[in-house]
RNA sequence: CGGGAUGUAGCGCAGCCCGGUUAGCGCGCUCGGUUCGGGACCGAGAAGUCGGAGGUUCAAAUCCUCUCAUCCCGACCA
């Protein structure tokens, strides 16, 4: 194999998407498994990526008027079981609390003792236990809305775990509203989804879909449930993130009662709504290529390498001093909201080395500064977006100016690249035989990236779903706000449909 | 939870079928030196209860049973 054609992450997305995806995650130190089994350790890299989303996020629930506040962990098991949907969802996934304490097993061991006389569970939503709370703050619809948000863990028992797009306990954020009337909570609902796609598009670079979710795919207990459906790179679909309108379902669970202008005591209408870690997935799957991670500056933990290249100790003094210069020059800068971060990155390897860990992790800008940048008075700089042989030396005066408009390129490369793929790999399909066809890989034993979007007519039966689902494995992701009336016949059974909805294999 | 695969040093693997000195290799790591502008080189060194438990045997990484974990496929799901 020639050096050009080297790879930094092996096997290839194209060679092995699955597995590729595992590797970029270690070769960007993002994350790890922990011996707890479906549970992940996310490493500082990684986890600087969920702070930045989380700043981001929470800038966005303020300004739409939320306010954060914190709900236990545990919910007893009789909350649970008020909502039966609910149950129905969530009831195989839950870990139990059942006692309280641990004794000496008179073996050097301990045993579980203390038997709780109500079980909890850990929370793997928290629309009860927060409902229980709601009840005791809603009296009138003078307390209406009630727009609170909280960041937290939850408990999923998967079965079957993959780093950050499902692990057995994840980050999120979940957002419950209460409000006077339908009308209100449909708004918020719709809002906060709103709020969603534009983070994806804004700082994380991923053009979604916004749509409605089909019953069969709907959360448990929610009358309406919307996502944002992003495309990753293997061309199947990632549902990015979720509101419902739970209509007065859980009002009537947890008993969140108002009295109304009419003086007459009338259940409340709620939302909830979330984004998970699952996002850190996201940005993986629709950005990363061969090279390892690729990160938006916006959203980047660290957005400039600098990697420093001198011969010995007086090289090193002069060009060590360089450096802080070109750092100084970027401490407390910001581009638009975003402050911009330095790595030096002075480790005893060649410059090659640094320079490929640096690719690894995603970092938008790396900047090589050497004794003939500095007798030049500039900086070699590469970008993350360019093939990785590529630089250009810039003047110190023109550094910053570079940067912040490189930044700001870089960021609209990525969007505009995952958009163009998104473009290119949504179909209108009327025939179904080339609807099979395009969801049906060439080599089925080893399946290549193959498929996409799928945008077909669909009676709305759930057998028809049922037998695309059987069938290929593919569902309807949702059904797109944006898609326009238009006559047509369902792809399965041909009776007369108005709309097209979003049709793809998914995570 | 069903089907399949894999667990040997931090990572990637060989050895296992056919049991037999002291369990190897590449990368990484440590120390010393030369290097550093695209994945450096030389020398020295550290690191393994062969996933775990039990069994068969004079002898187990190797054979048998159980178990745990991970990955892939399915069902379920953010």
Known sequence: ??????????????????????????????????????????????????????????????????????????????????????????AKECAVVTHSRLEDDGDGGLMVAGALTEPLIVRPTSETIIGASFAKWVNSYRDLPLLINQWANVVRWEMRTRLFLRTAEFLWQEGHTVHETPEDAMIETKKMLEVYATFAKEYLAIPVIQGEKTEGEKFPGAVDTFSIEAMMQDKKALQAGTSHFLGQNFAKASEIKFQNRDGELEYAWTTSWGVSTRLIGALIMAHSDDNGLVVPPKIAPAHIAIIPIYRDDEERTAVLEYCAKVEELFHRQYFEDIRVYTELDDRDLTGGERNWHWIKKGIPIRMEIGPRDISADSVMVARRDFDPKMKQSIPFDELKDYIMRSLRDIQDAYY?????????????????????????????????????????????????????????????????????????????????SNRRVVFAKSY
């Open 416 to 496: 505009f690249r995952a958009l163009d793929f998104l473009t290119d790999n949504t179909k209108n399909i009327d025939d179904k035989e080339e609807f099979y066809a395009f969801f049906t890989p060439e080599n089925e034993k080893q399946p290549e990236i193959h498929g996409g979007f799928a945008l077909s007519h669909w009676c709305g039966a759930e057998e028809c779903e049922e037998i695309i689902k059987e069938d290929l494995k593919v569902t309807v992701r949702c059904i797109p706000f944006d898609s326009e009336e238009e006559d047509g016949s369902c792809i399965v059974c041909n009776k007369p």
């Open 1 to 90: 194999m020639s050096k050009q054609k080297r790879t930094a992450i092996v096997p290839t997305r194209e060679q092995d998407y699955a597995e590729w995806y595992q590797q970029v995650i270690r070769a960007a130190d993002l994350a790890e498994n922990s011996d707890v089994r479906g549970c992940m350790v996310i490493k500082p890299w990684g986890y600087a990526i969920w702070e930045n989303i989380q700043r981001v996020l929470d800038d966005m629930f303020r300004e739409t008027g939320h306010k954060n506040a914190y709900f236990p962990l545990f919910i007893p098991k009789s909350y649970f079981e008020k909502e039966a949907e609910h149950v129905d969802g969530f």
